[in-house]
């Protein structure tokens, strides 16, 4: 089995979720070991919160969870890509699809 890397970032690793099937970037969220064990066990992305110091399943209040449908791991072992199903289609706490819909223009 392939070890994560969760020493470089204090116990943390970046999580990108993309959606499986447009391939949209929906979001960026930090895992530590335990929301690792927990997204394989149950299927459902969970990530470590760095401002509530917690774990926490996405979707648990709002029902927009994020269904795995494939990982993938860079090459340092450092940074995950998670390919998911996006149930209910939000995936921002501000009620958009993506937390990337803000563009900036120079």
């Known amino acids: 089995m392939i070890e994560l890397d969760f020493d470089k970032m204090d116990g943390l690793v970046p999580v990108i979720i993309q959606d499986y099937k447009s391939l949209e970037i929906l979001m960026l969220g930090f895992m530590n070991e335990e929301a690792w064990h927990k997204t394989l066990e149950t299927g459902k992305v969970h990530f470590y919160s760095r401002t509530r110091k917690k774990l926490w399943m996405k979707g648990e209040s709002s029902g927009n969870v994020q269904i ?7 090459c340092d072992n450092d940074t995950l890509l998670i390919k998911a199903e996006q149930v209910g289609g939000k995936t921002c706490h501000t009620g958009e699809r993506s937390c990337f819909y803000t563009e900036i223009r120079e």
Do not use: G, M
């Not at 795995?68 to 860079?74: A, Q």
């Open 68 to 74: 795995v449908k494939r990982i993938l791991l860079d």
